[in-house]
């Protein structure tokens, strides 16, 4: 692969920034400051440039794609690829790629992690631990049990089956909802969100992002959800009205949530913060060793099929 032209659109892993800078020609996007300096960064490394690496913050949109007339795919560090342009990528040709199953495993713990976290407030009793409060003021608050809570997921893809393997050895019955009903004889399927949310005890975001799903958590969804619910999204940040969640935590009309994404990322709503029935984490469900050396190999896998002019491994467009 010596002769493809890489652009990395931002730093996000050590090992794939050093593989491709070993295995190809590798231009750094961040190296040049966004504005004049990067639009004749652009110009001048035009030509070479024929591979796009991003991630689910750093895609390729309409305006990069438009500078880049040698480029030829888009491999993605991520399975989001909701910040590439597809239609664009269609239209010229591009191929897209992203990294799925590799990370079904780790997201589809932190999303049990965070229910149990949110549900036992462990993240609380640990602080409680260290700030004396044990021997000052005796034992830790009650709090809620998990096993045998209703969990609703949004979304039975890979993720969300991973989800409700896991829950069910905590005895907890499984709802779900997605477009269509599939033959999960132990799963029940509810027609809306609405509907899913008023069934269950926890619900879990786990749908890919798109305009249909934008926001899909809405102040109707919460309601439904009601004072003792709890919200886990390992989806996307926009799948949350997230103004709404923060109003509905703040009032008291659901239980508690546990974030690991966020509608603009880095920044997390700050009155989030003072929350005690709330787990806040950024952005780590992939955020394993182990996985993220497998996310980088299949982006490399993908960039060498390429080039030899091989199947795809995990092709998207």
Known sequence: MESLGVLLLHPMNAYLEQELDRRCRLHRLWEAPAGPSRDEFLRAHAGSIRAVVGNAQYGADAALIDALPALEIVASFSVGIDRVDLAKCRDRGIRVTNTPDVLTDDVADLAVGLAIAVLRRIPQADRYVRAGLWKAKGDFTLTTR??????????LGRIGLAIAKRVEAFDCPVNYYQRS????????????VVELAANSDILVVACPLNAQTRHIVNREVMEALGPKGVLINIGRGPHVDEPELVAALLEGRIGGAGLDVFEDEPNVPEALFALDNVVLVPHVGSGT???RKEMADLVLGNLEAHVLNKPLLTPVV
């Open 146 to 155: 998990f096993s045998g809570k209703r969990v609703g997921i949004i979304g």
């Open 289 to 291: 060793n182990e996985t």
């Open 181 to 192: 009903k599939k033959d999960y004889p132990n799963y029940t399927y509810y027609p809306s």
